[in-house]
T-cell receptor
Framework: QKEVEQNSGPLSVPEGAIASLNCTYS??????FFWYRQYSGKSPELIMF????GDKEDGRFTAQLNKASQYVSLLIRDSQPSDSATYLC????????????FGAGTRLAVHP | GAGVSQSPSNKVTEKGKDVELRCDPI?????LYWYRQSLGQGLEFLIY????????KSGLPSDRFSAERTGGSVSTLTIQRTQQEDSAVYLC????????????????FGPGTRLTVL
């Protein structure tokens, strides 16, 4: 099993819908989780980070963490065409926080 | 304030040549990271600096790769005798605090250097 797994997509949703992006990780000891957005040809930019079980909301974005099931998800409400990008999940490596392990990313396409 | 900057933005070189890539982290950030991203792939960790020291060099793919950081600020990634498989976007990131410091270990990325080895 890869350390961080994401469905590569593309995930296609209509404008205004909720986009749900999922990420599973292998290290039960992982404590912090990051979601980055990367537009084509650009560098990743931080969207959300979450440390505790449950939901964390920031504007149209909600991160959900379930440590028991080892998954973290990102919900985007009222999806806009400008949300079309690749979303990367990142998890610190096996208690060694100096290394973030990135998933391969899920490509999201929001169509008008 | 200013973000992470990298130079050059693009570098085209011939196989066998050496290249140097530069990263200027956000002012005051103690931790600095190098990653590379091949076309259509995820990010691959290369090396991490805390201050001027590199406690983790495990990601460097071969001994042709080396990196240094001086004055707790600027870092240079050097690739010797470049090969075509080195072609990728090299990304630098920095964080305010050391990894594991919740709330200050968030990594902020620079725009990257696109390296093409002919």
């Amino acid at each position: 099993q890869k350390e961080v797994e994401q469905n590569s997509g593309p995930l296609s949703v209509p404008e205004g819908a909720i986009a749900s992006l999922n990420c599973t990780y292998s290290d039960r000891g992982s404590q912090s989780f990051f979601w980055y957005r990367q537009y084509s040809g650009k560098s990743p930019e931080l969207i959300m980070f979450i440390y505790s079980n449950g939901d964390k909301e920031d504007g149209r974005f909600t991160a959900q963490l379930n440590k028991a099931s080892q998954y973290v998800s990102l919900l985007i409400r009222d999806s806009q065409p400008s949300d079309s990008a690749t979303y990367l999940c990142a998890v610190p490596f096996e208690g060694g926080y100096n290394k973030l392990i990135f998933g391969a990313g899920t490509r999201l396409a929001v169509h008008p | 304030g200013a973000g992470v900057s990298q130079s050059p933005s693009n570098k085209v070189t011939e196989k066998g040549k050496d290249v140097e890539l530069r990263c200027d982290p956000i002012s005051g950030h103690t931790a600095l990271y190098w990653y590379r991203q091949s076309l259509g792939q995820g990010l691959e960790f290369l090396i991490y600096f805390q201050g001027n020291s590199a406690p983790d060099k495990s990601g460097l793919p071969s001994d042709r790769f080396s990196a240094e950081r001086t004055g707790g600020s600027v870092s240079t990634l050097t690739i010797q005798r470049t090969q075509q498989e080195d072609s990728a976007v090299y990304l630098c990131a920095s964080s305010l605090g050391p990894p594991g410091d919740w709330g200050t270990d968030t990594q902020y990325f620079g725009p990257g250097t696109r390296l093409t080895v002919l």
